[in-house]
């Protein structure tokens, strides 16, 4: 899977750069072709001349030394690279990318690529669990970068715990995985909806319900990164999109349906997470309603049924739905994927503690040529397991 990928390995300055030449030297063997950034501490514990001679590609060290003049050199990498491999990378490293500062070859280049980029840190064990790093990886992770988590041993500086760079071996294998991840749903049209609705009383008040769009936003992320071309409708939610993906901004339920309804023709997957409201205001008033004595009544109507109406026009596309329950929660999602003509549904107890609206968790049982319960996962990791469901099946009909 790695065979003519091309691959920029960032060194920083740590003991374990040791390791970053094996590395090296096992990803040309699997037929990448690696260029090595070294940052200047670097080179205090491996040569550039070991690089150059494993990889058998120039290695860059000086933002300044432009070994090509026709081009300039850390636009031309980022550029150039399928992905971005930090490996060690130092608690300075991660802390200048999560900051945004670019001061060296290796940082600068960095903030200028759009390729996938894969962090390995190496660091003293208390580093790691330090509060500043602990942010700046949190930070990192919600731009979409993703983690080759540290083995626990013996470290270098005589502690043992957590801190030492994964295994060249290791890291291999993970590239290899995720390159064909990335290929699960490559070229695939999908259309997510997140995120709650918001439906007006007046200029200042509105119904709505707790959805923070999490759940959808990560079903978004993780699509793009295997391979989709995705769409994302948002309602009001204070995430940022995820990298790669087209995001439109709805407020109400009509909003929504008008907006879904335009994008849903071509699309070769829709997943509608997104908690609309099933009713809006009958009459909106133009100006502010002004308290009054007794009980105030607002009259209800339907808004429009946006699954039920996809599930009526799809041709080709593979429909999943949510549902959020509280009781006989399987009796109600076999219901739902029934009557709206869902190719698969995904149902969730939001009474449930540490899962639901506003968590970073879910327990949902998928539904769809099978029944399955998945057990309590982030949602980034419930988003994947879905989305691979959602590719097997898609290949059985």
């Not at 060249?168 to 993970?174: A, L």
């Not at 596309?317 to 949510?322: A, S």
Request: proline share 5%; net charge negative.
């Amino acid at each position: 899977m790695l065979q003519g990928k091309k691959i920029v390995l960032g060194v920083s300055g740590g003991i374990a750069a040791y390791k970053a030449a094996a590395l090296t030297s096992k990803l040309t063997q699997e037929g990448a072709v690696v260029k090595v950034i070294m940052t200047e501490n670097a080179k205090w514990f491996v040569g550039p001349s070991t690089f150059q001679a494993l990889s058998r590609q120039p290695v860059y060290d000086d933002t300044f030394d432009e070994q090509d003049p026709s081009g300039v050199q850390h636009i031309d990498l980022a550029d150039w690279a399928d992905m971005f491999v930090l490996a060690p990378a130092t608690a300075n490293l991660i802390g200048k990318l999560a900051n945004g500062i670019a001061d060296d070859m290796l940082t600068t280049t960095l903030l200028a690529t759009e390729a996938s980029v894969y962090i390995a840190p190496a660091m003293n064990v208390h580093m790691y669990q330090h509060p500043s790093v602990v942010d700046n990886l949190k930070k990192l992770n919600g731009f979409g970068f993703k983690f080759i988590e540290p083995g626990d041993g013996y470290l270098a500086c005589g502690y043992v715990g957590k801190g030492r760079l994964e295994e060249p071996e290791t890291i291999v294998e993970v590239l290899r995985r995720e390159t064909e991840r990335s290929m699960l749903l490559y070229g695939s049209k999908v259309l997510i909806t997140a995120g709650p609705t918001r439906e007006k009383v007046d200029p200042v008040r509105y119904f709505t319900n707790p959805s923070t769009g999490k759940m959808g936003y990560a079903l978004a992320a993780q699509a793009a990164d295997m391979g989709a071309e995705v769409t994302l409708i948002s309602g009001p939610v204070t995430l940022d999109p995820p990298p790669n993906v087209r995001k439109i901004d709805v407020v109400s339920a009509q909003e929504m349906y008008e907006n879904v309804m335009e994008h849903f023709p071509g699309q070769d997957i829709v997943i509608k997470t997104a908690a609309v409201a099933d009713y809006r205001p009958a009459v909106t008033s133009e100006h502010k309603m002004k308290k009054q004595s007794g009980v105030w009544n607002v009259e209800m109507e339907r808004t429009t049924d946006i699954l039920g109406e996809l599930g009526k026009k799809k041709t080709s596309q593979f429909l999943v739905g949510f549902a959020a329950e509280t009781q006989e929660v399987k009796a109600y999602g076999r219901d739902k994927k029934k009557r709206k003509n869902l190719d698969a549904i995904v149902v969730n107890d939001v009474s449930e503690s540490g899962a639901g609206f506003g968590s970073e968790a879910n327990r949902v049982i998928w539904m769809g040529e099978r029944e399955e319960s998945l057990p309590l996962l982030p949602k980034q990791e419930v988003a994947r397991e879905i989305l691979n469901r959602i590719h097997k099946e898609r290949g059985n009909l």
